[in-house]
């Protein structure tokens, strides 16, 4: 963990060294005891582990809110709820795991016993997203990540303290620093390997013949996590594992309850100065003393929270912000969950930054000298984060399709023929051109509408339309409200409509629809074939004389459309969020001919404009997160910094469920306003905690002190020793 500028001590709790230990060390000379302590190889075992464990849970999260609204159908609210309750759960159950570490199982049977429960977890998750087991998917995918949040949680509390749990301390103090900053490294490179990597599984693998491949993206997370259990049990002829010792947070919570209970029973006379002091008649003073200092730490905690309600929407309401953006970068196309890969690289990049530059700097001009200034800092970056996220949103509202609405229908008239035809649609008279459409988004309507029609057909003679079609007609067609209705031109005239769909796809992809019509001359079916790099990648059945086909996504590029093996259009480029329908006139196949008309126009803004509102936020967690960690280990008594650890782990949990609450109220219909709210709660949030930071007074440690009564080393800064801790908010 990064040390505060303004802290020049830290205390290190150490267990007393036995001698039949430090004689089974090979490396251990009695010259010179303390320099000569081999690095335990086991360590290593539990590196590779956790990178193991860290790609499986980031590669599963970084396809999640996609997985839950493109396949699994959810609405965006139900996707982002679901996300956040997973990760809310996920930040619980270190609750749970580090009870059973520490009073029943043991910290390497935990992580044995709950690992294989997140093994299976992928695996149930792995199995919702494969078509041929027939499962029912919502349930087992539920059902997964239900399990995986019981596994990655039980096992947080628990690898890196089984880790230090090898160190002979304080004689092996710099191989312990050595180990969390390799540690730290693991977490960080599987985090960043696998929300590039599964994106990729996801979109350029087709499987089941599908376009996308969620089964592979879930089951490779799920091997590596197979692979995490392996390695973990290879080392355990290395390990040195250690017995329940009690567990403090269970403790506590005793202690509290009898003091309550103390508190209640008593009579007049009996007052006390606090009321936890009324369970002194069964615990230390010291121990309640320790517990009255935890308070006034977590009291700090209550506002903390709201940070991790913004900070965790990268995974949920910033992904679905970027399906409806360009991802193409010359030939690269990035996807929307990969720009998740932003903030681990920029965490990698920018520690080293803050640590020898940017600290430095502040600190000579007295800026941000103490914790809580830096986390205030960091929460009011995440709050600006949010308003850059807003602003984007208004920006990127404005490329939205029109969508049927409340008291309005659309109705469009494709024309199939290779001629053009002079029509009247209610009041508007154009001349729809070869294989062209007319629309109209704003036909009023309640309920049901008609709009009379004439179409004159004289210049589609040499098509052989029929004689009844070579003058002028005239009908009527209908439209929905609320609906977007399609009719379209035929040989046999305007006789076929169909209810269209013009909303961008979940996934970002494009759509596409063809409009055939195929003379029974060239056979009863042909296939329309979408052709890149002579890969077919869609096949479009159409059949004689006419028929509207599905609405499929594919990849966006460039295409050769063919039908069967004939060309009939080239270079037909389809880009992220657009909607298109191919007409076609096949009447033989010497002059058939097609042409793609654009019905939802392709996403326009960059993707890259995401950029800002990631770098801002990434420095903000920078400041706030490290920093948080550092506050919760310093000021917390050195009987309650377990305590303290889980306390931090559960603010990212109520920030979560604060995500749930505000998307399941839904207080705005737009993702502007419901930033702007987000962005205004953690100003104001920031003001309480900058109130409450003020009146807050740090726990000191004496300068001069070299061993506390308790034994507990303090550690000098100036002499070149640091506290060894690190980084875990969510693995990073």
Same mark, same amino acid.
């Given at each position: 963990?990064?040390?505060?500028?303004?802290?020049?001590?830290?205390?290190?709790?150490?267990?007393?060294?036995?001698?039949?230990?430090?004689?089974?060390?090979?490396?251990?000379?009695?010259?010179?005891?303390?320099?000569?302590?081999?690095?335990?190889?086991?360590?290593?075992?539990?590196?590779?582990?956790?990178?193991?464990?860290?790609?499986?849970?980031?590669?599963?999260?970084?396809?999640?809110?996609?997985?839950?609204?493109?396949?699994?159908?959810?609405?965006? =609210?139900? @996707?982002?709820?679901?996300?956040?309750?997973?990760?809310? %759960? #996920?930040? !619980?159950? &270190?609750? *749970?795991?580090?009870? /059973?570490?520490?009073?029943?199982?043991?910290?390497?049977?935990?992580?044995?016993?709950?690992?294989?429960?997140?093994?299976?977890?992928?695996?149930?998750?792995?199995?919702?997203?494969?078509?041929?087991?027939?499962?029912?998917?919502?349930?087992?995918?539920?059902?997964?990540?239900?399990?995986?949040?019981?596994?990655?949680?039980?096992?947080?509390?628990?690898?890196?303290?089984?880790?230090?749990?090898?160190?002979?301390?304080?004689?092996?103090?710099?191989?312990?620093?050595?180990?969390?900053?390799?540690?730290?490294?693991?977490?960080?490179?599987?985090?960043?390997?696998?929300?590039?990597?599964?994106?990729?599984?996801?979109? =350029?693998? @087709?499987?089941?013949?599908?376009?996308?491949?969620?089964? %592979? #993206?879930? !089951?490779? &997370?799920? *091997?590596?996590?197979? /692979?995490?259990?392996?390695?973990?049990?290879?080392?355990?002829?290395?390990?040195?594992?250690?017995?329940?010792?009690?567990?403090?947070?269970?403790?506590?919570?005793?202690?509290?309850?009898?003091?309550?209970?103390?508190?209640?029973?008593?009579?007049?006379?009996?007052?006390?100065?606090?009321?936890?002091?009324?369970?002194?008649?069964?615990?230390?003073?010291?121990?309640?003393?320790?517990?009255?200092?935890?308070?006034?730490?977590?009291?700090?905690?209550?506002?903390?929270?709201?940070?991790?309600?913004?900070?965790?929407?990268?995974?949920?309401?910033?992904?679905?912000?970027?399906?409806?953006?360009?991802?193409?970068?010359?030939?690269?196309?990035?996807?929307?969950?990969?720009?998740?890969?932003?903030?681990?690289?920029?965490?990698?990049?920018?520690?080293?930054?803050?640590?020898?530059?940017?600290?430095?700097?502040?600190?000579?001009?007295?800026?941000?000298?103490?914790?809580?200034?830096?986390?205030?800092?960091?929460?009011?970056?995440?709050?600006?984060?949010?308003?850059?996220?807003?602003?984007?949103?208004?920006?990127?509202?404005?490329?939205?399709?029109?969508?049927?609405?409340?008291?309005?229908?659309?109705?469009?008239?494709?024309?199939?023929?290779?001629?053009?035809?002079?029509?009247?649609?209610?009041?508007?008279?154009?001349?729809?051109?070869?294989?062209?459409?007319?629309?109209?988004?704003?036909?009023?309507?309640?309920?049901?509408?008609?709009?009379?029609?004439?179409?004159?057909?004289?210049?589609?003679?040499?098509?052989?339309?029929?004689?009844?079609?070579?003058?002028?007609?005239?009908?009527?067609?209908?439209?929905?409200?609320?609906?977007?209705?399609?009719?379209?031109?035929?040989?046999?005239?305007?006789?076929?409509?169909?209810?269209?769909?013009?909303?961008?796809?979940?996934?970002?992809?494009?759509?596409?629809?063809?409009?055939?019509?195929?003379?029974?001359?060239?056979?009863?079916?042909?296939?329309?074939?979408?052709?890149?790099?002579?890969?077919?990648?869609?096949?479009?059945?159409?059949?004689?004389?006419?028929?509207?086909?599905?609405?499929?996504?594919?990849?966006?590029?460039?295409?050769?459309?063919?039908?069967?093996?004939?060309?009939?259009?080239?270079?037909?480029?389809?880009?992220?969020?657009?909607?298109?329908?191919?007409?076609?006139?096949?009447?033989?196949?010497?002059?058939?001919?097609?042409?793609?008309?654009?019905?939802?126009?392709?996403?326009?803004?960059?993707?890259?404009?995401?950029?800002?509102?990631?770098?801002?936020?990434?420095?903000?967690?920078?400041?706030?997160?490290?920093?948080?960690?550092?506050?919760?280990?310093?000021?917390?008594?050195?009987?309650?910094?377990?305590?303290?650890?889980?306390?931090?782990?559960?603010?990212?949990?109520?920030?979560?469920?604060?995500?749930?609450?505000?998307?399941?109220?839904?207080?705005?219909?737009?993702?502007?306003?419901?930033?702007?709210?987000?962005?205004?709660?953690?100003?104001?949030?920031?003001?309480?905690?900058?109130?409450?930071?003020?009146?807050?007074?740090?726990?000191?440690?004496?300068?001069?002190?070299?061993?506390?009564?308790?034994?507990?080393?303090?550690?000098?800064?100036?002499?070149?020793?640091?506290?060894?801790?690190?980084?875990?908010?969510?693995?990073?």
């Amino acid at each position: 963990m990064r040390r505060n500028s303004s802290t020049s001590r830290s205390v290190v709790s150490y267990q007393e060294i036995p001698l039949k230990e430090i004689k089974d060390n090979a490396d251990f000379t009695t010259k010179n005891p303390l320099t000569k302590l081999r690095y335990p190889r086991s360590v290593f075992f539990i590196i590779l582990n956790e990178f193991c464990e860290r790609f499986s849970y980031y590669g599963i999260r970084t396809i999640l809110v996609l997985y839950l609204r493109n396949k699994l159908y959810y609405s965006d =609210d139900t @996707s982002t709820v679901i996300y956040h309750v997973f990760s809310m %759960l #996920a930040y !619980f159950f &270190p609750l *749970i795991g580090a009870m /059973l570490a520490d009073s029943l199982l043991g910290k390497f049977r935990t992580i044995f016993y709950v690992s294989i429960i997140y093994a299976i977890g992928q695996l149930v998750l792995t199995g919702s997203a494969a078509p041929p087991l027939n499962l029912p998917d919502r349930t087992f995918a539920l059902l997964g990540l239900l399990l995986i949040a019981i596994g990655t949680g039980g096992i947080k509390p628990c690898v890196a303290a089984f880790g230090g749990d090898q160190f002979l301390l304080p004689q092996q103090e710099k191989y312990l620093i050595t180990f969390f900053s390799l540690f730290y490294f693991s977490i960080n490179t599987g985090s960043l390997i696998s929300t590039f990597l599964t994106p990729i599984l996801r979109e =350029d693998v @087709s499987c089941f013949g599908e376009n996308t491949c969620y089964s %592979l #993206a879930f !089951f490779v &997370p799920a *091997i590596l996590m197979i /692979l995490s259990i392996v390695i973990f049990i290879l080392g355990k002829p290395m390990y040195k594992i250690k017995s329940p010792q009690g567990n403090v947070v269970l403790e506590v919570g005793k202690c509290i309850c009898h003091g309550i209970g103390n508190k209640w029973r008593s009579k007049k006379g009996e007052e006390r100065e606090y009321w936890l002091d009324y369970a002194d008649d069964k615990y230390d003073p010291k121990f309640i003393s320790d517990i009255r200092s935890a308070f006034q730490v977590i009291k700090m905690f209550l506002p903390l929270p709201f940070f991790w309600a913004l900070f965790d929407q990268q995974g949920s309401r910033w992904t679905i912000q970027a399906t409806r953006m360009d991802g193409q970068i010359g030939s690269f196309l990035l996807k929307p969950d990969q720009m998740q890969v932003v903030n681990p690289l920029l965490i990698i990049i920018l520690i080293p930054i803050f640590e020898t530059a940017i600290y430095p700097c502040l600190n000579k001009l007295r800026l941000l000298r103490t914790p809580l200034q830096k986390l205030t800092t960091g929460g009011l970056l995440a709050g600006i984060a949010f308003i850059i996220s807003a602003i984007v949103e208004l920006q990127l509202e404005s490329t939205y399709p029109v969508l049927p609405s409340s008291g309005l229908a659309q109705v469009r008239v494709f024309n199939t023929l290779n001629c053009p035809i002079t029509m009247t649609v209610g009041d508007d008279s154009f001349v729809l051109e070869n294989m062209e459409v007319w629309e109209n988004k704003y036909v009023e309507a309640n309920g049901n509408v008609s709009l009379a029609y004439t179409a004159n057909f004289a210049s589609c003679s040499s098509l052989g339309v029929t004689d009844t079609l070579n003058g002028a007609v005239s009908g009527t067609i209908y439209g929905t409200e609320a609906t977007a209705t399609s009719w379209v031109v035929t040989k046999d005239g305007i006789s076929n409509s169909y209810v269209d769909s013009v909303s961008k796809t979940t996934s970002g992809d494009p759509a596409v629809r063809a409009l055939v019509y195929l003379n029974s001359s060239v056979g009863d079916t042909a296939n329309l074939n979408f052709i890149e790099n002579s890969k077919t990648v869609l096949s479009l059945e159409v059949i004689s004389p006419f028929n509207v086909t599905d609405l499929t996504e594919l990849d966006p590029g460039t295409y050769d459309i063919y039908l069967d093996e004939t060309l009939v259009e080239s270079s037909v480029v389809l880009k992220l969020g657009g909607v298109y329908t191919v007409t076609a006139y096949v009447n033989d196949l010497s002059s058939a001919t097609a042409n793609t008309i654009t019905i939802t126009e392709p996403n326009s803004m960059h993707m890259l404009w995401l950029l800002p509102q990631y770098i801002v936020i990434t420095v903000g967690e920078v400041m706030f997160s490290i920093t948080g960690l550092e506050f919760a280990f310093t000021q917390a008594p050195v009987s309650m910094k377990a305590l303290l650890q889980a306390c931090w782990l559960l603010t990212v949990a109520f920030g979560n469920l604060i995500v749930v609450i505000v998307a399941e109220v839904a207080f705005f219909d737009s993702q502007a306003s419901e930033f702007f709210l987000f962005a205004g709660l953690m100003f104001v949030d920031m003001l309480i905690f900058g109130i409450l930071a003020w009146f807050y007074k740090y726990v000191e440690i004496a300068e001069d002190e070299d061993e506390l009564p308790n034994g507990d080393i303090v550690l000098n800064e100036k002499s070149g020793t640091t506290n060894p801790s690190f980084k875990d908010d969510g693995g990073k």
